[in-house]
Nanobody, 124 residues
Framework: QVQVVESGGGLVQAGTSLTLSCAAS????????MGWFRQAPGKEREFVAT????????SYKDSVTGRFTISRDNTKNTVFLQMNSLKPEDTAVYYC?????????????????WGQGTQVTVSS
């Protein structure tokens, strides 16, 4: 059974930074890509960032490119999302997910396991 647990969410002011962490267990972490998605109130869940199994390849949603950085530590089975210059429109529940394959993946259908989510609220 794969477990995915996010942490690090909170209430922050616009322009500040926050780092989310995601610990995954139950599957060979280093063999698959990982991703972050988010869901704002009243909206569909959307892709935010993904990282390949090795960490060499990443991909981002256009609106977070240059502000967010995804990284991973395969020795600790953990993936991170560093979020800088946060905006009120970044407010959402952020979900971490475990992909089925090794390469970067931006579609929900490419992911097998999901965490419960962590709330990020950015005040203006």
């Amino acid at each position: 059974q794969v477990q995915v647990v996010e942490s690090g969410g909170g209430l922050v002011q616009a322009g500040t930074s926050l780092t989310l962490s995601c610990a995954a267990s139950g599957r060979t972490f280093s063999s698959v890509a990982m991703g972050w998605f988010r869901q704002a109130p009243g909206k569909e869940r959307e892709f935010v960032a993904t990282i390949s199994r090795s960490g060499m390849a990443t991909s981002y949603k256009d609106s977070v490119t240059g502000r967010f950085t995804i990284s991973r530590d395969n020795t600790k089975n953990t993936v991170f999302l560093q979020m800088n210059s946060l905006k009120p429109e970044d407010t959402a529940v952020y979900y971490c997910a475990v992909a089925r394959a090794a390469s970067v993946a931006s579609r929900e259908s490419q992911y097998d396991y999901w965490g419960q989510g962590t709330q990020v609220t950015v005040s203006s």
